[in-house]
């Protein structure tokens, strides 16, 4: 990786906030490792579910790597579900660890992704381990 660090590894581009970001090998490396890390604190192995319940954002993608990293399987539930069919995702996949964020953004409107977290974990069955909150950015 060495002579590759500093290329684009991963572009992201939001356009609900007309951002766009440029991570390298390097830092796409230090980004997945981090969230791996996070994930291993909150005792997911190789072989427990993940389920990633986050908007568009490059965090999305690290998570999805850093599963990968440990050996953990993903599952990824759109940002726009609601509380019930989120609870049903819950129920079918019996994550250890939910990776959520607070709150997503749908055309230009804030949408509350925690309440709806909260009451999904409520109405399910089956109670995940902890929930890793990522920041939006």
């Given at each position: 990786m060495p002579e590759r660090a500093d290329q684009a590894?991963?572009?992201f581009v939001s356009t609900e906030t007309n951002e766009e970001?440029?991570?390298?090998?390097?830092?796409?490396?230090?980004?997945?490792?981090?969230?791996?890390a996070s994930l291993k604190d909150l005792g997911v192995q190789?072989?427990?579910?993940?389920?990633?319940?986050?908007?568009?954002?490059?965090?999305?993608?690290?998570?999805l790597l850093a599963c990968t990293r440990i050996g953990a399987i993903h599952s990824v539930v759109f940002g726009g579900f609601a509380s019930g069919p989120l609870a049903s995702r819950?129920?079918?996949?019996?994550?250890k660890v939910v990776?959520?964020?607070?709150a997503g953004s749908r055309?230009?409107?804030p949408v509350a992704y925690k309440p709806l977290l909260d009451e999904a974990i409520r109405l399910s069955?089956?109670?995940?381990?902890?929930?890793?909150?990522?920041?939006r950015q």
């Open positions: 590894a991963l572009i970001r440029v991570y390298s090998f390097r830092e796409l490396h230090a980004e997945v490792q981090s969230m791996a190789k072989g427990d579910r993940v389920l990633i319940y986050v908007p568009m954002i490059a965090k999305a993608a690290f998570a819950i129920e079918d996949a019996e994550p990776i959520s964020a607070d055309g230009g409107k069955a089956y109670k995940p381990a902890a929930v890793l909150p990522v920041d």
